[in-house]
């Protein structure tokens, strides 16, 4: 699967997706503001994510993708993720199921959940 059709079905998901740069800073190739209001357009995905410009994935939060917000687990993830996930799992098993979970390059994780309210910005919920 190309980093393109990988694109593509996170929009067909209803993700907003914009490139970043694949130095290690995930910093969003051209601004990320704009995405917070409308989705990017198949077109768009298409320039930015073809052979000849190579870019990493990232998925624009909040509202416009479905009131997703991510949990962020990068400091002692190998330590603190079980502990939370085994936690979610005995206390709320219908939505630890129903969690995506991405591992990222650090070690870490991503635990992506849709509520149904408009989810914090820029919060720091926990810190172990």
């Known amino acids: 699967m190309t980093i393109l059709q990988t694109a593509q079905q996170y929009r067909q998901k209803q993700f907003n997706v914009i490139p970043i740069q694949t130095d290690g800073t995930k910093k969003a190739i051209g601004g990320w503001k704009a995405y917070q209001?409308?989705?990017?357009?198949?077109?768009e995905l298409q320039q930015w994510f073809n052979?000849?410009?190579?870019?990493?994935i990232a998925i624009v939060c909040g509202q416009i993708s479905g009131n997703l917000f991510v949990i962020d687990f990068d400091e002692q993830a190998a330590e603190n993720y079980p502990k939370w996930m085994a936690e979610v799992q005995k206390q709320l098993p219908k939505i630890a199921r129903s969690l995506f979970i991405v591992e990222t390059p650090r070690p870490g994780y991503h635990v992506w959940i849709r509520?149904?309210?408009?989810?914090?910005?820029?919060?720091?919920?926990?810190?172990s």
């Open 37 to 43: 209001e409308r989705f990017s357009s198949e077109h």
């Open 115 to 127: 509520c149904e309210a408009e989810p914090p910005v820029g919060q720091n919920l926990a810190l």
């Open 51 to 56: 052979p000849s410009h190579p870019c990493g």
